[in-house]
């Protein structure tokens, strides 16, 4: 019998150190057209990460080949999902699934009707609006929304930016790793104009990075040079045990919680919700505050 048949997620840690809530709801768009760069790696991830640091998380399954569902241990091929939503034949609410083990982590699955939704769309009155609508009616429950994007710029990629408050960019460390990146960026711009104002490029994470080639450091150096503020400088490693994780049904997190790539993931989960932590208010009155407050002994 196949040992990935017995294999279960029984529970979840919780991280001794909960990760920082935000002021409000973060929705993050994970998209990059080019394909097999870890978009989906990065999602489920970085969920199942945000999740055990006691953080609220949505994932919804943008991408028909449903890989996002599969690792997370969602059953998606005959199911209900998103697809359903868009087509105004389900209420939202109706198609979030519990992911095992994660008490804080839900999933919108995929299903295989979802390919044809970029012709259905087509004909539809606001088709790029339709996923924004839907998720206003659940976001305030979470902490974070991740949307995890198939490899194209359709109506589906389309409809996760304009639902999104953020972009997320995972970007190979590989040669080609930035062709087409300009394309992407194109189109975010277009959104940001016509659809989604309030649409951010906030978040770039360099994913199956391996140190020793020459290769990888020029990309990430390069990714450094142009994205500064965006690049969450914590590159995930080319790792065996993240690929072999969804074959199990699981996240790194729950397969492998050392191995390198569990960790890096866990790391840029925590970055992430530290750039998103509540900040001071900028008008507090430091005049009120600041009276008496030196310990004796203490110097201005």
């Known amino acids: 019998m196949d040992s990935r ?13 909960a990760m920082a809530k935000p002021v409000s709801t973060r929705i993050f768009t994970v998209a990059n057209q080019k394909g097999g760069v870890g978009k989906t790696t990065t999602t489920v991830n970085v969920a199942a990460a945000m999740a055990m640091g006691g953080l609220r998380v949505l994932v ?20 209900e999902g ?44 606001a088709r790029e609006l339709r996923l924004k609508e839907a998720l206003e009616e659940i976001s305030p ?29 995972p970007i190979q460390t590989e040669y080609y790793a930035l062709e087409g990146l300009s394309q992407l960026l194109e189109t975010y711009g277009v959104v940001k104009k016509r659809l989604n104002p309030s649409l951010e490029l906030s978040t770039i994470v360099l994913t199956m990075f391996d140190g020793r080639t020459r290769l990888s450091n020029d990309v990430a150096d390069n990714v ?31 397969y492998d919680p050392v191995s390198p790539g569990a960790i890096a993931y866990m790391q840029v989960a925590r970055e992430i919700a530290e750039r998103g932590k509540p900040k001071l208010d900028a008008n507090f009155d430091s005049n009120v505050v600041s009276i008496n407050y030196k310990k004796e002994g203490e110097t201005a």
């Open 141 to 169: 429950n979470y902490d974070y929304v991740f949307i995890d994007c198939p490899p194209s710029l359709g109506l589906l990629t389309v409809n996760a930016l304009a639902a999104a408050k953020e972009l997320l960019i």
């Open 224 to 254: 450094r040079q142009h994205f500064p503020n965006e690049l969450i400088d914590i590159p995930i490693p080319r790792a065996v045990r993240v690929s072999e994780a969804p074959s199990y049904d699981q996240t790194v997190m729950t």
């Open 82 to 125: 998103i697809y359903d939503v868009l087509m105004g034949n389900s209420p939202i609410a109706s198609v979030i699934k519990k992911v095992a083990g994660f008490p804080a982590l839900d999933c919108i699955p995929s299903n295989s009707s979802l390919a044809n939704a970029e012709v259905e769309l087509v004909s539809m009155v």
């Open 5 to 17: 048949e017995t294999t279960k997620v029984i529970g979840v840690r919780r991280l001794k150190e």
């Open 60 to 79: 919804i399954d943008l991408d028909p080949q449903g890989n996002a569902s599969t690792a997370l241990g969602v059953p998606h091929r005959d199911t």
